[in-house]
């Protein structure tokens, strides 16, 4: 049992307690130290009494109004309360030979991931946006989180993951994604060219070192990679210039005339100047195949076709391209075709003699 000596030294200790409490909330108010208390007691009455107001005193400054952790370089900041006030806390490194280390580093442990339906919040730092906006005139939220980085190499926001997804945006109705303001949106590229050498996801896009982009889609009932062509007709060498048709080939002008079963194969990317030029990644062009009679034309057909792709069986391909009869002048007509090799061949049938024949070629596939 307790001796009276030590029940007056615990008494002390308490009223010294309340004391410095009543201190530092003075100090966190701005209304400087409070004055100190009276003398101590003078009797084992007093004492006794002024030890059951510090008891009840310090139960109640705690039950009513929590004292804020003020915590110095190295301390421990105290969770599991809420802190409210009208200025931002700001947590920073103290000097520049700290500028390696994490300003704020939060970790989450033992946390059953399995355990949490998709789409709620399980990660270690929560943000709610207001779902009202207090003066909608003043507020551009309701905002889960802002994030501001200065210069033109800083990351505002930046997810990073070993083997995972590193920044995921989710929305029940609405935008998942939005790249507001100038809408830019940077993608680098995946070496090397040419169909991505990984897996792909359900809906997956990446660019390859020359720019192209390739998506996923469902291909034989497997997810493969498909990559995404367009027809273009601006110049490939200058910026919104328009692409200047370009006549490949007229065998009137030196190559000759084509016999019965003639295929020629004619090199097509890469080709052109200024204007004209196709580039070295086509894969297609668009274009009109003309049969030129020498100086009549006989009955057939020409076929255009990527190169080495052309089946003959009896003298004939499976295809045409452009018919024409006997004794017209010219017969032309529009082909899209695509490139092996940036190649093309073209099949000439006659039914006797010999065909000149014009490739023209006004847009390509890229």
């Not at 339906?117 to 909608?136: D, H, V």
């Not at 083997?163 to 993608?187: F, H, P, T």
């Not at 370009?246 to 019965?260: F, H, Q, Y």
Request: hydrophobic share 40%; aromatic share 6%; glycine share 14%.
């Amino acid at each position: 049992m307790a001796t009276k000596a030590e029940l007056e030294a615990q008494v002390g200790r308490l009223t010294a307690l309340v004391e410095e409490m009543r201190g530092r909330m003075a100090r966190i108010e701005g209304r400087g130290q409070e004055p100190a208390s009276p003398a101590g007691p003078t009797s084992r009455r007093d004492l006794l009494r002024l030890g059951g107001a510090a008891l009840v005193g310090a139960a109640g400054t705690v039950a009513l109004r929590a004292i804020p952790a003020a915590a110095t370089d190295g301390d421990t900041v105290h969770v599991g309360q809420t802190t409210t006030g009208e200025h931002p806390t700001v947590i920073k490194v103290d000097s520049s030979a700290d500028a390696a280390i994490p300003t704020l580093a939060v970790e989450s442990f033992g946390v059953d991931q399995t355990a949490v339906p998709a789409g709620t919040f399980s990660g270690p730092i929560q943000a709610y946006g207001l779902t009202t906006l207090p003066n909608p005139t003043v507020y551009a939220g309701p905002d889960g989180v802002d994030a501001w980085a200065g210069g033109s190499t800083a990351f505002a926001v930046y997810g990073l993951t070993d083997s995972g997804v590193g920044v995921v945006g989710e929305s029940a109705s609405g935008i998942g994604l939005y790249a507001r303001a100038s809408g830019r949106i940077l993608q680098e590229p995946r070496n090397p060219t040419g169909t991505p050498d990984f897996a792909a996801n359900n809906f997956e896009q990446i660019r390859d070192a020359g720019g192209v982009l390739w998506i996923s889609g469902l291909l034989a009932g497997l997810q493969q990679w498909r990559r995404i062509n367009t027809l273009r007709v601006d110049s490939a060498v200058a910026r919104n210039h328009i692409f200047v048709p370009l006549r490949r080939i007229d065998t009137r002008n030196g190559s000759g005339a084509k016999s019965n079963g003639n295929i020629t194969t004619y090199s097509i990317a890469g080709q052109g100047t200024g204007d004209s030029t196709i580039p070295t990644d086509a894969i297609a062009v668009v274009g009109n195949v003309t049969a030129v009679g020498n100086p009549t034309l006989p009955g057939g057909y020409l076929t255009v076709a990527p190169s080495g792709s052309l089946v003959i069986t009896n003298g004939d391909t499976a295809t045409s391209t452009a018919n024409y009869i006997t004794g017209a002048g010219a017969t032309a007509n529009a082909f899209v075709v695509g490139l092996s090799g940036g190649s093309l061949d073209l099949f000439t049938r006659a039914s006797s003699g010999t065909v000149h024949h014009i490739i023209d070629i006004t847009g390509y596939i890229q």
